[in-house]
């Protein structure tokens, strides 16, 4: 019996037989939808007669900065329907507090804390678990993605749909059409979930139709509303949409001589069912993605970079959630970066009312001058619902290298898990239990990794409990698990005491602690890590904390502490030291907005560091925002690195000229790798989910090579439905 065994089962029984706790009654909250005839022009301006027949949703509560009573600012949404679109209009009064409206620029997708914004979470399944949100900032910004888990937004996805923003000093209004050809539903589900949110900063004030707590997101599912229809939304039809593109490609490096390519490739999406979907692709290019940011890397093991091509993005939750996030058998970035995807298909979406499935397939071609083979990757996902909100996932990833000249044991790798994902129906527990093998052509080399956590949230008290362990022949050639053959605990606690005067400028405040835990396979102890922090949380939403950290490391292999070449600290060699943090960031109101963290303290071998990191930005709304990350690290270390000292800065600059045309640059330096590089995009969005795009890199490194290299590529891509 492995020695995990006796937690895995103390985790499991805990959450079979954790409490289902009431919740607020958001079923309570029914809003009737109506089916109209008459034409509604998405204008902002509410002023067809079915928008005064339409039921009004309103007296919105607060939730933050506290959620015991209705919010001050007054807000109103509407409903309705017809054969093509779902319809929604907003109208947020300013009835308690005037003043300019705060917002980034009209670029899609927006940060919430920094807009003020109305948000809207779907349910079209009333599962509380998968859905929709859709969102304008006061501008007209448009936000759209994906739910997961309840309370997860995955903002990569982006769909066509239409809105119009107008405002003046008491309100301000926002018109929507949603076509239902692009969302998933179950036309014989009679009510949905659904939830309207604002958030006002000049107010700063969050409030929704059905009540959330403040501890919560305010579009999460569980706390969703009812939308009721007395006639069922229309028949989904066949829906496909075809969306080729063309680019050019010019580049040239240090190495070889500059040349130019023309590239041709296309999507298809096809609905399968009102609520699965089929999306296929061949040669995609992915040359518009944004840049990965740079970070000063002081880690013994890999980091990890999120993935920002379009294909792997939509209902990533399917493929890439399984696990932890140092425990991921599936990560997509291990697919088509040093080699060009030749196609790839796959099938997402929902079953029925209680099964989900995710099929992936994918096939890159050989590289020659690298002396890369050709390679097929597949994933299958499968969720089944449990209880109300609880799952039970089944996860099986594989790679295939069949004609490579590579040995027999590297042929292919697999991986296949399950867990079951708790979260109870008030949304203040919620837990998993895994487990995770992986498979090779030499049974000597696989592996096991068994993980559990325990999570409690509420107003007040929050506290989580994790155990990992992963064995020394585990492997995720297609995951992201930087670290093997080890035993971690992980046990967290925080609570927050509130304010009871509400003219106080300090809203909450409170401390938490934490400690983590790892072992090698024979319970020795490698790495201990231990936070006390105190947080202060201000009624502007500004927030400061101090912090003291210890660190104790036992050295596994050997590690360069600055990680420039200088030279290594040995394996087995143990290092302890203690740090300090001050961190602020500023309330999101004002133009210049900054958040600061400062460490002093110890380091590797009895040595000092000392840093700073801060991120900066301005904006001139809603046309320019302007953003910059510093970070500095000092070090005081023996000989041979003596004092060592090293930069990274990024700066970069967002012009949207309107809500459809982007601009955006971004310079960064790395002093620790002497690299610098620079990234300028122009995307001129000219239909619907249609664009243009004008892209240039330029990079040079220097460490541990010298590199350098550049690319311009202008592509356009058409989004024709079917």
Known sequence: MNRNTPFILLFLLVLIALPISAQVNAKDYRLAIEKISEKIVIDGVLDEPAWNRAQVAKDFFMITPVDTGKARQHSEARVAFDDEYLYISVIFYNNAVKGPYVVESFKRDFSFGKNDNLLIAIDPFDNQTTGFTFGLNAYGAQWDGTMFEGRGVDLNWDTKWYSEVRFDEDKWVGEMAIPFKSIRYDETIKEWGINFSRLDLKASE???????????????????????????????????SFIPYV??????????????????????????????????????????????????????FELFFPERRQFFLENADLFSNFGYRTIRPFFSR???????????ARLSGNLDENW?????????????????????????????????????????????????????????????GVEYNYFSEDNQYNGKVMLLQSFSPDPEKEGTVIASHLEHQSIR??????????????????????????????????????????KNPLLSHGPS?????????????????????????????????????????????????????????????EHSYTSFMLSYDSKPQNLFTYSIDAIVGGYFADSKRNALVGEFGYRIQ?????????NYNQFELPEPWNDQSFWLVGLKANLTLTDNLFFSNLYQYNEQVDLWNFNSRLQWRYKPASDIFLVFNSNEVTIPSFSSGWNLTFKINYWLNL
């Open 513 to 573: 602690v934490a400690r983590t835990y790892f072992f090698d396979s024979d319970f020795e102890r490698t790495d201990q890590f231990d936070e006390l922090r105190y947080r202060f949380n201000f009624q502007n939403r500004s927030q400061f904390s101090v912090a003291a950290m210890h660190t104790y490391i036992l050295l596994l292999a050997d590690f360069d502490p600055i990680r420039n070449g200088i030279a290594v600290l040995e394996k087995g060699s």
């Open 334 to 344: 291990r697919i088509g970066l040093n080699v060009p995807i030749v196609a790839g």
């Open 247 to 300: 680019s050019s490609i010019s580049e040239g490096t240090n190495l070889t001589d500059d040349q130019s390519k023309i590239k041709v490739g296309a999507d298809l999406k096809y609905t399968l069912t009102t609520a699965l979907n089929l999306d296929a692709t061949i040669n995609p290019d992915f040359s518009q993605a944004e840049v990965d940011q740079q970070v000063t890397n002081l880690d013994r």
């Open 461 to 502: 008290w929050n506290w989580r409990v994790q155990q990992e362990y992963i064995s020394q022949d585990f492997r995720a050639d297609v995951g992201f698990v930087p670290r093997t053959n080890f035993h971690k605990f992980e046990a967290s606690a925080g609570h927050l005491i509130y304010t009871k005067n509400t």
């Open 622 to 630: 809603p046309i320019l925002e302007l953003s910059s990350v510093i």
């Open 356 to 416: 989900r499935i995710g099929l992936m397939n994918i096939q890159t071609r050989a590289e020659d001058l690298m002396g890369l083979g050709a390679e097929n990757y597949s994933v299958l996902s499968l969720q089944r619902k449990v209880k109300e909100r609880s799952n039970i996932n089944f996860l099986l990833v594989n790679k295939e290298a069949p004609n490579t000249d590579a040995s027999l044991s590297e042929r292919f790798h697999r991986n296949a």
């Open 206 to 240: 969050k409030s929704s139709w059905a009540p959330v707590p403040r501890q919560f997101p305010s579009v999460s599912l569980a706390f969703a509303g009812r939308l009721v229809w007395e006639t069922p939304p229309p028949e989904q039809k066949v829906n496909a």
